[in-house]
């Protein structure tokens, strides 16, 4: 909501102060100054301009040449990249020297070899309004207009301070000029009232002219009405129009142009119809009917639903799409001559679910939905058109006509100041409490030191005591309240399980990992492509096709940025990722199975080395029997995977990443891969970090080779070793692999070394021999696998 | 002993004039060894008189010592020569890096929520977490925003194909886990909620549709709005350094009531928004099963990644996502 200060001082004159801490106060009342601008400023040397020619540059195509006589009858030629007027306009036109409000210094300059004398303005390069298309071309029937003129006497205005607000939700009065001035000559300590709309009324009677009936009155709370007849539709007055501008609305004709000033001088949206257009001048509010449609004022076809408001005329003919935006059929046109002005109040919710259907947001929508006011302003909002229309010359019908709905009810609220005094931490009496809420127009009496409160009509979303407590908060300052400290009984920490997930960070960078988040979207095919199964959760409403799906792997997003990486000759790649994937509830939970997974993904290494990272992360975490099986993985190479199990339990995956996929995401040298449920993992019983002597004795090695079918797997054989060797047995290490001319088709030679140690006492040969022979004797017992002599 | 004057000088002579290991092993042999001519005159001492043994002994030691250290001290030289060879071939320009080892980078967010974790927990709070995806109730209504409320289209919601229409979607802030932590726990509750939040916003140079927020709930008795802007203040002073003051501004959510912005002072004296803040709004309460005239509280939240991006002056916040390595290890 933009407000200009001197809108503001129509309803408290007594306003004073710099713009600056004017603003500060504004945002301390919840009325957050997101822009503040100095109107009228910037504008000295901007002078009327007369268009006497206009022709292309010979050598730029955006841009043409035009001549102005700037009052001195000479033609001065000015550059312009706007093409929109036409010889005999006035335009402004900003002189040598002068500078623009946004700080622009005109000088001299040549385009493409044309001199340019100045510069043609649009209304936003003078800070009239946010309009850039083009440059502002003045009306050419009034007498002010004549070049030369400084700019800001042909347009009236002077100085003023625009402060452009951000108006909560909860704040539907705000969201106008009376009500923004009403919390400043609050917290001012000034007077507000509004002022006197006084208009002679016609000699026709309203009520001969126009009926009214709500149908529903649970949509419409109230429907006034008044009418103005002989009215000549034409160009708004200068003042009124200057005033839209600055707000950012643009001028349409006096009849609309009025309209939209007193819904933002009042807050209170109201629509105006030709009378002749509406058959005996009958409205009446009703829901839609299913499949109903209207063409409304922006020339689109709109079916409605039931639960749509409409305004019918007699014939039952929808009119208008309540509180939305009017039909097409009624609209003001060049041949209006008698107006009928509607103000109402609609019920919030059926506003807002209609808006929200019809995606249609409109400057009355907004306030209609946030809750308008629903008592005396309606009628002075009718009295303001009125007035301001029988100021243009029409003549008012005597009367308002209307019918009421269901009204908000607003009983009065019991207000504990005890209650308040402990939610915001201050200690005030009732009468100061009173004081703050009779300020901003709350009806507050003290009874037995708390508080009864009539809450204004012109704050539809305040209800409760709560809702009053934030009144009392805000009109103290909250800057006021002194500060203080909860005291907590329970020291903080983090839970075991984000200890050890920031543990996995800390190993894995210390091996070299850089972190990566990308988002956690994917694209259709990205599954694919990686091998994986394409059953992904998707969107209802992605930003992009490329982010529609949510993933159910880290791979795919992994890729990308390895292949991102790559395209950039970044090299050296180790990358993790700790991040969520999803999938459809297994046991038809609405939610999917959300879990958080750790992935690892090591570029341009052997397989080997993720292996090896996998059982540091395990020592380091103690991750109980942590175990491979090797077998085919979707998205790994077929040869070179395993998955991952910890506690008996499958827990992710390794392996080497498919070249097939590499391939497709475009991706050089090969990848290891680990992907682990890092939820499973951690939040299981890990083992405990516990005291093994370190044993003083000296140890012996035994090498051992065996011929391993390639169905019986490395860890197999080392498994079985370890447990013939029992709690002697400190080392077993494969230290050669090798297939070859001397081995069987299928079959390959391992070689192990293993270390044998007592933590008491130096093992005698026989000892160990008779470890070599327990451990042999185990192997070709329990696998295929024999002892390679 | 001038008898050996001479034996002593060849030998320090052949010592002196060995050039690598072998030469002197092999001259040390010749003076020193038991085919030396200091070894036949030992075995001649037995033949001496009695008398004259001890002197003729110990004059053949002195002469032995001395051409000992002859060899000795050599020796040493040859020892030194080779290794000042060794070390003249091996020497290397260390004044590169060689860049074969690196630690690895957390990346910008996880130092940032790690910093932001560790503030609160020693403030005395925990730290909770909850799922992504929600539904209706734990993103909206247990919020205290029923459908049709005009807050709901602030929050720009994604939706997830799951369920009726716009019953299932990314949460589009970290509330959810507030209400799942209220409706699993009885006060006292000491909590922020840091995680991934989801908004319909384009990606360009300061919005993502993935973003990062970290939220903070209290609920206990007689918890104020002094206590909430007392815990900002601390909060920010842990944070930023204890020259950054702190403001509350009146503002709106409809999960808190009295709501407020905070914003954090700038060196130059401005104020920039940080977050929203409130007091817990009964309704909330009542909706996680805690009585509200019983408890009360005051909650909090902020983005994470616009705090990293003001930070580290990052003029593009999408970089946060790219994962570029150029990136990550920046920090």
Redesign the interface.
Known sequence: MKVLLSWLKEFAPDIEGDPISLGERL????L?VEEMSMLGEGLSGVVVGRILDLRPHPDAERIQLVDVDLGDGNATQICCGAFNMEVGDLIPVATIGSTLPDGMEISQRKLRGQLSNGMCCSPAELGLGDDHDGIMILPADEKSYSSGVPISEALGIKPDVLWDLEV????PDAMSIAGVARDLAASLGIPFSYPNYDFLEGSAKLTDLATVEIIDPTLCGRFAVRAAAGVSIGESPRWIQNRLLSLGMRPINNVVDISNYVMLELGQPNHTYDLAKVPEGHLSIRRALEGETITTLDGEGRSLIVEDGVIANIRGEAIGIAGVMGGLSTEISEETTDVLIEVAWWD???I??TV?RLNLMSEASIRF??GADYGENIERALERIAYLLSDGGAEIASGVVQDTGSLPSRDSVKVRTDKIN?????DLAAKDMKSYLDSIGFGVSIKKGDLAVEIPTWRWDTK?E??I??EI??MFG??K??????K????????QY?KNR?RV?EI??????????????LAPGDLRSAGLAEEA???????VQE?SL?RTSLLPGQLK?IA??QS?R?D?????EIG?V?S?SADGG???D?REHLSVALVGVHVSEIVDLLYVLGNELELPNLQLASGEVPGMHPGRAAEILIAGKISGYIGEVDPRVLTSYGIDGRVAWLELNLGKVLSGPLGKKSYRNVSKYPSSDVDLAFDVPESVSSATISGYIRKAGGDLLQQVKLFDMYSGDSMEDGHRSLAYRLRFQAPDRTLTDDEVSALRAQCIQMVEKKTDARLRI | MSQYQKLVDEAQGAAESSQNTEDLVAARNKFLGKKSQLSEAKKGLGQLQKNERAAAGKELNEVRVLIEEAFEQREIVIQEEVWNRQFESERLDLTEQF?N???????L??QAR?HL?DV????????A?G?????AWYNFEALNI??????R??FDT??????D????M?RSHTSPVQVRTMENHQP?I?IVAPG?TFR????DATH???FNQIEGL?I?K??????L???I??FVQAFFGSEVKS??????F?FT?????FDISRPDGSWL?LGGCG?V??NVLANCGIDPEEW?GFAFGFGIDRLVAMRFELDDIRE???????F??QF
């Open positions: 945002s301390h009342l919840g957050a909560n939700a909860n704040r919030p919710p059926s807002s679910r929200k939905r946030r402990n939610l915001i931490g201050v409760t709560t809702d407590s934030e908060a805000r909250y800057e309240i002194k500060r203080t400290v909860p907590g009984t329970a020291p903080g920490a983090l839970s984000q920031r960070r894995l960078v210390g091996v070299g990992c850089d972190e990566t988040m990308p988002m956690p979207f959760i998707s969107l209802t409403n992605p930003l982010e949510l940025v991102h990486n950039h970044v050296d790649l180790r990358f993790f969520h999803f459809v609405l939610l999917p959300e | 860049e080892l690196r630690r690895g980078h957390l990346h967010i996880t790690d974790e609160f927990v020693g403030m005395g709070f925990t730290v977490e799922p992504e995806v929600e539904t029923p459908d049709w409320h005009p807050a289209g602030n994604i939706f997830v194909n799951l369920g229409p716009e019953e299932v990314l006292p000491f991934r319909t916003d384009n990606a993502l549709p993935a209290v206990d007689g918890i104020t709005m002094g206590d802007a007392g815990t203040d601390s403001r509350l501004r009146p503002s709106y409809p009531e009295p709501s407020a912005e928004e007091m709004h009964p009360q946060l996502v790219v994962n570029d390595a150029r990550l290890r």
